[in-house]
């Protein structure tokens, strides 16, 4: 069974940095692709950052969070981070871990796996 477990939400400032996690187990295939989408209150659901387990360094970061979000996997531990810094207001959401086999799903914003979010809250 293939489990996706978010972790390290919480509130902060803006401006501040916060590390989120998620946890992967139960893929058999060593090559895989892992994001991280958001959706805010009466928002879309959006993609933040993705990149590929085992196909090298390649990521992908939506407009808004480049230069300040860093998203890593530790592939001893398989787990997916992604490093928040100067959090903005507008970062506030539900953040969510997903992985897929293929990317197209991913770049749909459909991929097949989802962990159950972890809340990212960023006050003034």
């Known amino acids: 069974e293939i489990r996706l477990v978010e972790s390290g939400g919480g509130s902060v400032q803006a401006g501040d940095s916060l590390k989120i996690s998620c946890a992967i187990s139960g893929f058999r295939s060593t090559f895989y692709f892992v994001a991280w989408f958001r959706q805010a209150p009466g928002k879309e659901r959006e993609g933040v950052a993705s990149m590929s387990f085992g196909g090298g360094d390649s990521k992908y970061y939506h407009d808004s969070v480049k230069g300040r979000f860093t998203i890593s996997l530790d592939t001893v531990q398989n787990t997916l981070y992604l490093q928040m810094n100067s959090l903005k207001i507008e970062d506030t959401g539900m953040y969510y871990c997903?992985?897929?086999?293929?990317?197209?799903?991913?770049?749909?914003?459909?991929?097949?796996?989802w962990g159950q979010g972890t809340q990212v809250t960023v006050s003034s």
């Open positions: 997903s992985a897929d086999n293929q990317y197209e799903p991913i770049l749909l914003g459909q991929p097949r796996y």
